[in-house]
C-alpha cells in the first residue's frame, strides 16, 4: 500500500452501501444511471473506458453508419455571462471512423467492464442495413442499441436521423424491422424538432421499442459572426443551422420526457433523459419526471469525465436526505404533479416579501416590477434604498424574487388560509367563467394602475442638470 | 498613539481581534464559486497538503449541495473547518489557482471551505459513523491536529482509541498557539465536539504522558501507539536577563491571550524578538492588546524573514515597527525588564556580523521571546529504539509514519519541527492507514 499526497480519502463503508445506484433499464443493467450520450465523449474505446474508470456507469457510443466526412470548425456556443457554454451548437455528423475499429474496441471496452452498459447507437437507412449492423454491433456485445433519429444537420438532408424522427410513419417501420432483427433491447432517441413529442414517441411504442430516449439536439443559429456575416460555426465564409444542447436546453427536454411518461400507451416504457444535464440536480429533476437513466453530453465536453463525481455525490446526499434506496423509489414522483393549468389552484395567493436585512438597496426588483409587472413595489421615501411592497397590488407573479441578487433576500408567503379551491375547469363546468369583454369576474378587475400620463413624471437623475 | 484601544472586555477584544476571514453568506458563497473554473487535475488540489478536491467541493457549494461539499472536505482533511480559516491560503491552495495568472484574484478557497463544514458543524449532520469494530485499540499522545486526525480515522476503520492529553481542551496549538483573529476559540470546539460525537473516541485530560512506566503500560495495553505531542514551550535564549520579570515565550504569551481575553496584561512598550510567524502573531497580538508600542527585532534583514510577508504585514497595520538587523545581547534591567540591549548587523560575505561599537538599547517593560519552541526531547527519549534526527524530530517512514519502533506511530510537528495545522492533520490521517496496514499484516 502506497500514498502520496492527497490520495488519502476516507473510506465511508457505512453510508453508501445502504443506497444502491445500479439500474435495470430495459433489460440493459448498469451500475448506476450516469451514461454518456452518443457524441464525441464516446468516440473511442479509450475515452469510454476511462469514463467507466471514472465512475460513469453507461455509454452509448457514437452513433455508427455509413460513413461520413466532417468539417472543420464544428462548435459554437451561447457564452452567456461569462459561462462559457451556456448552451452548445455543433454541425458534427455521425462517427466518421470506420465501423470495423468502432467494434474492435466495443468488444475490448465490454471485456474490460462487463457489468457496465454499452449501447450502440446506430443510423443507417435500408432494411438491409439496418439488419447488418444490428448482428455487427450484437457481436460485438453491446448490451442494447439506440437508434438515432434525431441529428437535425447533415444526415437529415440524406434522409436519416431527424428526418426520420419527424416523420412518425416511417419512424414506426424502422422500428418494427429493428425490433424483428434485434435480440437485445433497443433504446428509441427521438428529436425535439417537432410540435408533438407524442407522435414519434407513440409511433416508436406501437414499433414495440424496449425503450425511449430523449432528446437530441434542437435546430439552431448560436449567433452571427459580425465580420463575415456566416452563422457559427463558420465554414470557410459560409455555415449552416446547428444542433443545440447543453443548460439551456433542459428545460425543452424536461417538458417534453414529461409528456411522454403522462401519455398512458407511453408511460410504461423506460426512459433515459437527456438534454442539459450537468449537476446532480438536473438528474434528480430528470428522475422526478421519470427517467430512469440520464445521458449527459455537453457538460462532459466542457468539464470532462469528472464530473460524474459531482452527480454521484450529489444525488446520494438527496437520496440520503430524503430516504431513498435506489431511485425507483422516486422515479416519477413529480409527474402526478404537473397537470393542465385548467386544474391549478385560483384561490391560491401567494406575495412577494422583502427582507429589509438582507436587502442591498440595488432596486432591480422595483423596476422590474414597475416596468415589467404589476407595478407593486414601492421605493422608499425616508432615503434609505430599501424597496416596500405594496401588497393590494402584488400579483405574486414572481418577479421580484427572481430578479434580485441576494439569496433568500425576496420569499413569496403563502396568504391565503389553504381552505378555498377553485379551478378554470370548475368555473367553466359551473358556467362561472367571465365571458364578456368587460366582465366584472374577470381576474385584473379592480387592479390598481396608474393613470397613463403618471408615467412621464419619472425622470432619472440627472446629476449635471442637463436634459 | 496606539493603533489599538486596550480592550476592557470581551466585546472590546472581540472587535480588536476581528475575524480575518469570516463566515462568508450564502450569497457570497453563491458567487463565488461560480467563479470556479472545475480545472482538470486542479492546481489548487495539488497545492493542498491534504489533496482536498477542491474544483469538487465548490463545484458542490455551487449546486446547493454543501453536506457533500463538507463531506469532500472532511474525506482529506479532518480539520477541515480549522484549516478553512487559519491555513496560509496564499502560500498553498489558494496561491496555486490560475487565476493568478490572469491577475484576476485566486478563489476563496479557505473561506469556501469554512462555509461548508461550518454548514454542518451547525446542523450536526453525521456525515461518518465508526466502523466495524476490529476489537483492537490505540493509544495516542496528544490531541493537536495530528492526534485528533489520527483518532478520527482510525475509528472509521473500526478501532477503539483512547488519546491521552497534557491539557484540558483537545487540538493543541489550533486553540492555545493560533492567533486569535484567525479562529475564535468556540469555533474550534465545535469542530472538535462535531468530530467527536459522531466518531466516539476517548479523550483523557490532564494526563500528560511523562514516565517510562505510563509508556510501558501504553505498550501492554495497546496494538499501536501514535505521538502527536507537538513541540514544547518556547526554547530559552541563554541570555543574561532571560529571567527577568516580564520576560515571556512567545508560545506561552499567545495561549494566555487565547485562554484569558480581554483579561490579559499587556505592558505599554514591547519587544519581540524574532522572524517567524510566531514573532508576528506574538507582536500583532500585543499591539491589538493596546499596547503603546511594539517593536519587532529580528537579526536580519527583512527579507531574510521566515514569517510569510502577509503575516507581517498584518502586524504592521496593527502598529508594529519593524526593526532589522538588530541582534539582541542583553535583557536588561533591575526585578523587572527595563530594556534590550541591541547590536546592529550586516551581511559580510555571506555571514552575518556584529557592527563594533553600533550598540543601543531600547527600552521597554515587556520581552517577547519567539525564537522557536524546544522539542519533546525528554520524553521521546524514554521510548525504546526510537529515531530523532538532528533536529530532535521522530525520523518515520513517509509512506506509513511509523517510527523505527515499530509500534510507535508519529505525525505533525513533533516529525517536520514545526508547520501548519494542515500539516498535521493530514499526518495523523497517513499514520492512521499505517497503523490499520501494520495491525492487518501482523
Ligand atoms: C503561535 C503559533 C501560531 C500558529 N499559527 C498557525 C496558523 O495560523 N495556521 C496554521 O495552520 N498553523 C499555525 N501554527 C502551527 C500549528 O498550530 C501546528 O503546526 C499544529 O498545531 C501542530 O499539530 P500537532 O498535533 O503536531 O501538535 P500540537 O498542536 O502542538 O498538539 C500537541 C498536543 O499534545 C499535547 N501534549 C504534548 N505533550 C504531551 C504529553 N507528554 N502527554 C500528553 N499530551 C501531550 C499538547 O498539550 C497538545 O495538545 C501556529 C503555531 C504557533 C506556535
Ligand atoms: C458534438 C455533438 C455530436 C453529437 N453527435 C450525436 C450522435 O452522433 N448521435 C446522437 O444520437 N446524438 C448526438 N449528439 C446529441 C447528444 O447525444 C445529446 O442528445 C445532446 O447533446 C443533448 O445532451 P446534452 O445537453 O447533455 O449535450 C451530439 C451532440 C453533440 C454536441
Ligand atoms: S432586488 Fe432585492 S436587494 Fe435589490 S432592492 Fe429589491 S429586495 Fe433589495
Ligand atoms: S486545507 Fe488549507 S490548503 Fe487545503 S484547501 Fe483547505 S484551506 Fe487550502
Ligand atoms: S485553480 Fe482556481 S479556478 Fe481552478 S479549480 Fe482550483 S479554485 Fe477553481
Not at chain 1, 419527424?166 to 410540435?195: D, R, Y
Not at chain 1, 428545460?251 to 433515459?272: R, Y
Not at chain 1, 363546468?429 to 368587460?438: A, G, K, V, Y
Amino acid at each position: 500500500m502506497e500514498f502520496t499526497n492527497g490520495s488519502l480519502k476516507t473510506k465511508d463503508m457505512n453510508k453508501k452501501d445502504k443506497i444502491d445506484l445500479s439500474v435495470n433499464f430495459a433489460g440493459i443493467k448498469a451500475p448506476n444511471p450516469f451514461w454518456l450520450a452518443s457524441a464525441p465523449p464516446t468516440n473511442s474505446g479509450y475515452q469510454i473506458m476511462k469514463a467507466f474508470d471514472a465512475g460513469w456507469g453507461g455509454a452509448v457510443w457514437k452513433t455508427l453508419g455509413m460513413p461520413t466526412i466532417n468539417v472543420s470548425s464544428r462548435y459554437g456556443s451561447t457564452n452567456y455571462r461569462d459561462t462559457r457554454i451556456a448552451g452548445f451548437s455543433n454541425i458534427e455528423l455521425i462517427s466518421d471512423r470506420p465501423l470495423e475499429d468502432n467494434l474492435r474496441e466495443m468488444a475490448e471496452v465490454k471485456k474490460h467492464f462487463p457489468d457496465h452498459a454499452v449501447i450502440a447507437s446506430l443510423m443507417v437507412d435500408t432494411r438491409k442495413e439496418w439488419e447488418d449492423i444490428i448482428k455487427q454491433v450484437e457481436d460485438a456485445g453491446a448490451d442494447g442499441i439506440e437508434l438515432n433519429f434525431g441529428c437535425p444537420h447533415g444526415m437529415c438532408e440524406r434522409g436519416m436521423g431527424s428526418a426520420v424522427g419527424q416523420e412518425p410513419e416511417v419512424l414506426k417501420t424502422i422500428v418494427e424491422w429493428v425490433m424483428e432483427a434485434s435480440n437485445i433491447p433497443v433504446i428509441t432517441k427521438l428529436s425535439p424538432n417537432i410540435s408533438h413529442i407524442v407522435d414519434p414517441g407513440l409511433a416508436a411504442v406501437q414499433g414495440k421499442t424496449d425503450a425511449i430516449s430523449l432528446i437530441n439536439t434542437v435546430k439552431s443559429i448560436v449567433g452571427i459572426d459580425l465580420d463575415s456575416y456566416a452563422p457559427y460555426p463558420v465554414v470557410d465564409g459560409k455555415g449552416t443551422n446547428g444542433g443545440y444542447c447543453g443548460p439551456a436546453v433542459k428545460p425543452i427536454a424536461l417538458h417534453m420526457l414529461k409528456d411522454l411518461m403522462q401519455h398512458p400507451e407511453i408511460k410504461n416504457t423506460p426512459m433515459s433523459g437527456i438534454g442539459g444535464i450537468e449537476t446532480w440536480r438536473d438528474v434528480v429533476e430528470f428522475i422526478l419526471l421519470g427517467a430512469t437513466s440520464v445521458q449527459v453530453c455537453t457538460a462532459v465536453m466542457h468539464y470532462g469525465f469528472g464530473i460524474v463525481r459531482e452527480l454521484e455525490s450529489g444525488l446520494i446526499n438527496f437520496m440520503e436526505d430524503k430516504g431513498y434506496t435506489t431511485i425507483y423509489d422516486f422515479a416519477g414522483k413529480a409527474l402526478p404533479n404537473v397537470t393542465d393549468w385548467k386544474h391549478l389552484n385560483l384561490k391560491s395567493e401567494v406575495k412577494a416579501k422583502i427582507n429589509e436585512d438582507k436587502c442591498i438597496g440595488c432596486d432591480l426588483c422595483y423596476i422590474a416590477c414597475d416596468d415589467g409587472a404589476h407595478q407593486a413595489i414601492a421605493l422608499p421615501t425616508d432615503g434609505s434604498r430599501i424597496p416596500t411592497i405594496i401588497e393590494k397590488n402584488c400579483v405574486g407573479c414572481n418577479l421580484c424574487s427572481l430578479v434580485c441578487p441576494v439569496e433568500d433576500c425576496i420569499t413569496m408567503e403563502k396568504f391565503d388560509d389553504g381552505t378555498e379551491h377553485e379551478t378554470w375547469h370548475e368555473l367553466t363546468e359551473s358556467d362561472r367563467i367571465p365571458n364578456t369583454w368587460n366582465d366584472d369576474r374577470a381576474g385584473g378587475k379592480g387592479h390598481y394602475v396608474p393613470e397613463p400620463a403618471e408615467a412621464l413624471k419619472h425622470k432619472r437623475k440627472d446629476k449635471a442638470g442637463i436634459k | 498613539m496606539a493603533e489599538y484601544k486596550r480592550p476592557d472586555n470581551e466585546q472590546e477584544f472581540k472587535e480588536n481581534f476581528k475575524q480575518k476571514k469570516p463566515l462568508m453568506n450564502d450569497t457570497q458563497a453563491h458567487y463565488e464559486s461560480s467563479r470556479c473554473l472545475f480545472c482538470y487535475d486542479a492546481p489548487c488540489m495539488d497545492a493542498c497538503p491534504t489533496g482536498i478536491d477542491v474544483p469538487l467541493f465548490i463545484k458542490q457549494i455551487q449546486t446547493g449541495n454543501t453536506d457533500g461539499a463538507a463531506k469532500t472536505i472532511y474525506d482529506s482533511n479532518w480539520m477541515g473547518n480549522a484549516c478553512g480559516t487559519i491555513c496560509p491560503t496564499g502560500v498553498l491552495c489558494e496561491g496555486a489557482c490560475v487565476y493568478n495568472h490572469q491577475d484576476v484574484a485566486p478563489l476563496l478557497i479557505g473561506r469556501l471551505q469554512n462555509y461548508a463544514t461550518m454548514s454542518v458543524i451547525e446542523s450536526g449532520k453525521q456525515l461518518y459513523y465508526p466502523g466495524e469494530d476490529t476489537g483492537k485499540k490505540v493509544a495516542i499522545i496528544g490531541a493537536g491536529p495530528a492526534g485528533i486526525s489520527c483518532a478520527c480515522e482510525l475509528r472509521t476503520l473500526g478501532y477503539t482509541v483512547d488519546i491521552y492529553e497534557a491539557k484540558s481542551q483537545p487540538s493543541g496549538l489550533t486553540v492555545h498557539g493560533v492567533a486569535p483573529y484567525k479562529i475564535s476559540n468556540e469555533e474550534v470546539m465545535a469542530e472538535m465536539d462535531y468530530l467527536q460525537n459522531q466518531l466516539g473516541y476517548n479523550i483523557i485530560y490532564n494526563h500528560p504522558i511523562s514516565t517510562k512506566e505510563e509508556l510501558t503500560k501504553l505498550e501492554t495495553g495497546y496494538s499501536a501507539i501514535f505521538i502527536g505531542v507537538g513541540l514544547g514551550i518556547t526554547a530559552p535564549l541563554n541570555m543574561t536577563g532571560e529571567n527577568l520579570k516580564g520576560v515571556h515565550g512567545a508560545v506561552e504569551f499567545i495561549e494566555e491571550l487565547r485562554m484569558k481575553h480581554s483579561e490579559m496584561k499587556i505592558a505599554q512598550r514591547v519587544v519581540v524578538i524574532g522572524g517567524g510567524n510566531t514573532a508576528m502573531d506574538a507582536a500583532s497580538g500585543s499591539a491589538r492588546l493596546g499596547a503603546e508600542e511594539v517593536t519587532l527585532a529580528y537579526r536580519r534583514g527583512k527579507e531574510s524573514m521566515g514569517a510569510y510577508d502577509f503575516e507581517y504585514d498584518l502586524a504592521v497595520s496593527a502598529g508594529v515597527k519593524g526593526l532589522f538587523n538588530a541582534s539582541p545581547l542583553e535583557i536588561v534591567g533591575g526585578e523587572s525588564v527595563e530594556g534590550v540591549r541591541f547590536v546592529k548587523t550586516e551581511l559580510v560575505n555571506g555571514k552575518l556580523t556584529n557592527i563594533d561599537g553600533s550598540e543601543f538599547t531600547v527600552p521597554c517593560d515587556m520581552v517577547i521571546k519567539a525564537t522557536g519552541q524546544a522539542k519533546q526531547g525528554s520524553l521521546l527519549s524514554l521510548i525504546d529504539k526510537l529515531t530523532l534526527d538532528e533536529k530532535t524530530r521522530i525520523v518515520v517512514n513517509a509512506d506509513t509514519n511509523q517510527t523505527t519502533n515499530p509500534m510507535y506511530f508519529a505525525g505533525g510537528d513533533a516529525i517536520n519541527g514545526g508547520a501548519e495545522v494542515v500539516n498535521g492533520a493530514y499526518d495523523g490521517k497517513l499514520a492512521a492507514n499505517g497503523i490499520h496496514q501494520w495491525i492487518t499484516q501482523n
